[in-house]
């Protein structure tokens, strides 16, 4: 069984911090890439980030980058989304998802714009960023 639950979220004021925390069990974390994604109210569900099995590579959605970084750590099959510098617009439910690597020319990549290459997904935690 692959699950993953996400963690972290919560209210905070413009321009604060949060860490959302990605805890995965059931199978190995380092044969998987995994993906943040989020939805905020009456939108649909954008990619923010993603990140490689073994951290060969990292993307992220233009509106967060230089604020939000990913990151992993296999061993305690844990992956991390810091979030700063926050805006109102960073509000919705946040998910964290499992997938494979994506290998053009042999180099491993990852994808936040196929939501269907990810196959386990977990529950979401919310983030309000107001005032």
């Known amino acids: 069984q692959l699950h993953l639950v996400e963690s972290g979220g919560g209210l905070v004021q413009p321009g604060g911090s949060l860490r959302l925390s990605c805890a995965t069990t059931g199978f190995s974390l380092e044969t998987f890439a995994i993906g943040w994604f989020r939805q905020a109210p009456g939108k649909e569900r954008e990619g923010v980030s993603c990140?490689?099995?073994?951290?060969?590579?990292?993307k992220y959605v233009n509106s967060v980058k230089g604020r939000f970084t990913i990151s992993r750590d296999n061993a305690k099959n844990m992956v991390y989304l810091q979030m700063n510098s926050l805006k109102p617009d960073d509000t919705g439910v946040y998910y964290c998802a499992a997938g494979p690597d994506y290998v053009p020319n042999d180099r491993s990549t990852c994808v936040t714009d196929r939501e269907g290459l990810y196959g386990a997904w977990g529950q979401g935690t919310q983030v309000t960023v107001s005032s």
């Open positions: 990140i490689t099995s073994r951290s060969e590579f990292t």
